[in-house]
């Protein structure tokens, strides 16, 4: 006898089992909305949080007014500008990251508008306090590699050949070689990993991070 074709009646899938995530990836990004209270200070308020929850924070906007904001101006010579009064922001970028990190990983850079439609930005080296609830869109993460570009030919060779990137080389770049280096998830007892230690954007930093 011929055998029919097909699937027979009454037949149904198998139930897959539920794929249940135990435990979060160490490079996932965290969407976070962060609102900070009138009279506090912006810069201090996030980096802070940076601290306190050993995460980077990537700010990518920010909405609401602020008052007494210290910046410095690319246009002035380096040169720091204290504006009195208040101001809505345009614009709000930057990135904090905790200890241990290099000079210049640290840094927000704002724009605002005046009262009489002026608008003004540059780098947050003073205080940026909050005139009324500020609402600040960011990431967070937990892992992230410090990389010194260009790349020479040999060390981009070594990384071919490793089929990684520069996250692979761990104490490379603190022992003065070149390659990435993971700033979190790292033992707290690393004392030769001092920020002082760090050669690159020392020179444009006008506050320090924490």
Known sequence: MRRPRGRPAGSK???KPPV???RESANTLRAHILEIGSGCDVFECISTYARRRQRGICVLSGTGTVTNVSIRQPT???SVVTLRGT???LSLSGSFLPPPAPPGATSLTI???GAQGQVVGGNVVGELVAAGPVMVMAASFTNVAYER???DEHEEHLQ???GGGG???MYSEANGGGGGLPFFNLPLSLPHMGVENWQGNSAGAGRAPF
């Open 167 to 169: 996250g692979g080389n």
């Open 76 to 78: 002035a010579a380096g």
């Open 87 to 89: 101001f809505e922001i």
């Open 111 to 113: 724009f605002l508008a």
């Open 160 to 162: 071919v050949q490793s």
């Open 13 to 15: 899938n198998k139930p």
């Open 149 to 151: 570009l260009p790349l």
């Open 20 to 22: 249940i995530v135990t």
